[in-house]
Each structure stands twice: as C-alpha cells, then as structure tokens.
C-alpha cells in the first residue's frame, strides 16, 4: 500500500500556496479565484491517477476512478477546501487530499478501488453566512429559495456566485443525493481541540458530533450624552450586551463538559466614544452533544437573556438563525475503522466526540457515517498557527485506505 507522505505533505503546501493572505494564513472564499485553484489541483491530480470528475447542481465536485460500474456502491470521503480568513492549511484540507492520494495509491497498487473522493462546497459558512452549504444543498436540506437568499460580501447570492462552477439550481431535485449509491462515508479531519494531543493519540474515531443552535440577537436603548446623564438614567444597549454576554459564558457548564457557547461577532452603534449606546446586536453559537441538552440550553438562554433586558428597561429580540441535530456515527463504519487500524499496527483506536461541525453531520443521517480525528497541536484551528504532524495524517489516511478495502 504506497501512501506517500511525501506528495501527502506537497498536497498540503501546494493548496496552502492558494490564498488570499500570502504568509497570513489560508483566506479561500467559496466560489473564489484561490477556492476556483485548489479545486482544480485536487481535479488534476484525480485526473492524472485515472479518476472521472462530475460536479453535482449544489456545486460538489465528484471524482472517483473512470474504470468502476457506475452501478456499483462506493465509499464516500470528502471534505471542504474553503477556509475561514486567515485560517488554518490543515482544517479540511485533510478530508480531501487524503481520499485523493488513497486513489492515488489504488492505481499504484493496480487497484480500482471503490472510492468516490468529494469536495463539498461552502462548508465555513463564512463566505455566504450559513455552513455547509454544498452538502445540505446536495441531500435537499436547502432548497433554491434559501440558497438564493444567502450572500457573500460582493451581494452575489450562493446561486449567483457558484454558477460558474457548476451550482444549477434547475437540477438540484433531479441531482440529488442517493443513499443507494454509496456504501458508507469516512470523513479524515484534524481534531480542532487539544484533547488527543495532550494525550498522545495520533488518531481516534469519531463516535458523536455535537449539534449547533445559532442566534443573532438585537438590543434597542437610547443614545444619549455620556458626560451629562447620569448612570441611573441610562438605556446602554453596550452595558445591558456585556452583562448577557458574561452570562452566555457561564451557562454551557451547567448541561456538561461538551456544551460551549460562543459570542462570535458582535455591532455598536453609533459607536461613538462619548455617547452612550442606543443599539447593539450580536450572535451566539450554542453547542452539545445531544438534542435534549441543546433544546434545555436554548429555554435557559432565552430565559436569562430575558430577565437582564427587562431589569435595564432594553427593548430585546432574540431569532433562531440555524438549527442543526447532534449526529450519531454509525456503529459499524467506525468498527470498520477501527479494524483498520489494527491492520495497520496503529493498536486500539481511541475514540472521541467532535464539538466541530462538519459535512458528516448533513449526512450522517442519511448514510452510515464515521469520522476519523487526527491530533492538533494544542487545539489551534482556524488560525494560522494550526497544525498536525505529517506522519499522523499519513497514518489517518493508511487506515482510510484499509477501510475501504476491506
């Protein structure tokens, strides 16, 4: 089995070298100049090894290798080329190059393995503002009214913008996901948490991935002198968020050691250093491993946001912006892997739950899905400074190679 480290870690470089951020990180909106290359290298090198290309009406693209029936169920493994700004050369890279040199490694071996190697579009949601775009658009999660709604910062809508590559929304029903063409996915991604690096495990199985609630919350005061009204007098939208805030921070401990909530981007207006703030709005991301504990946090956050907005006089909406289930691995796909690793010499593989979301949790439950984790060095992701050692991800994508031919 010739899995080579070597063209694994030029993969790695070459993608990197495609951002808007030269020495800044790896910056690849979806649909973007940098995005457009990195596909079209990942296309190239399938294509160099015998592999077809189909890209589907969401804007995924397809490769697996020309010679297989086209009746015949493959494995599924994929991930997402599309970065947040000044992110990371490893998040999602991984889940892409590593399926492509198992295909690499197939021909090599003079083997057509069955294998289709996929690269969902938008899986950031940092581009158009909503997450995983490519693969809930492909299982029909989303349809063209929501993916005409959405839009990036140049007010090109997900259809404007990916018409050029392939999003044709006149086909998107008859084009859709067919559980029947697939065996099973295998999703390779770095940890994104320092949990298996402080421990020493190169690699673990993914069991669970926690479930995502998103928020966007508004908050209306009266802007007046900051000089002459006296503090009792005030409506500060700033104060009355800063208070919410601190208590969105303290609530994940109370429904466990999984759940976190994150105040990710937040607006002041008029944002003036002498007058006191009449409107702040800002989101919260609110996360768990199961829906129960998801549903129970959303009636306490709404709850204690509620209390402070009435105690300060603040008019205060809260919207539910996104929704998405915690996702069960299949049983099965990871004791396949985990066999892979033993065959390997990786021992017993350990396995772990995914506080990230990603595209196996859109397809988890439509096809019997597992993930496989490789350690991140100190838990840094989307930053620059992310990174995994080459001889993890080379062993990640060994036992990838072993899954999908067993």
Known sequence: MPISAARLERDFQTIAGFTGSPGNGSDRPTFSEHWAKAVAYVVGEAKACGCAVRVDAA???????AGLDPNRPVWLSGSHVDSVPHGGDFDGVLG?????????AAKEDGRTVPLELVNFAEEEGTTFGLGML???????????????????????????????????????????????????????????????????????????????????????????HAGSTQMGDRRDALACAAEMIAAIERLPPEFGEQAVATVGRIACRPNAVNVIADGVSFTIDFRAPADEIIAAGDGALRTRLAVIAERRGMDFTIEQTETLPAAVMSPEVVARLRRAAERVGCGPLAETVSGALHDSAILAPHLPTAMLFVASR??????????????????ATRILYEAVTE
Request: hydrophobic content about 40%; glycine content about 10%.
């Open 96 to 104: 892409v190059v590593a399926p492509l040199e198992v295909l690499r």
């Open 134 to 224: 490519g693969s809930r658009a492909w299982v029909g999660a989303l349809d063209r009214e929501r993916l005409a709604a959405v839009r990036n910062r140049g007010g090109k809508s997900y259809l404007e913008a990916g018409k050029p590559h392939g999003v044709d929304p006149a086909r998107l029903a008859e084009d859709r996901f067919r559980a029947a063409d697939y065996l099973g996915m295998i999703e390779l991604h770095i940890e994104q948490g320092p949990a298996m690096w402080k421990r020493g495990r190169p690699v673990a199985a993914v069991t669970a991935i926690n479930g995502r609630r998103q928020y966007s919350v508004e908050l209306r005061g009266t802007a007046n």
């Open 59 to 65: 804007g995924n693209v397809h490769l697996r290798p």
């Open 378 to 395: 100190d838990g840094i992701s989307h930053n620059p400074a992310e990174y995994s050692r080459i001889e993890d991800m080379t062993l």
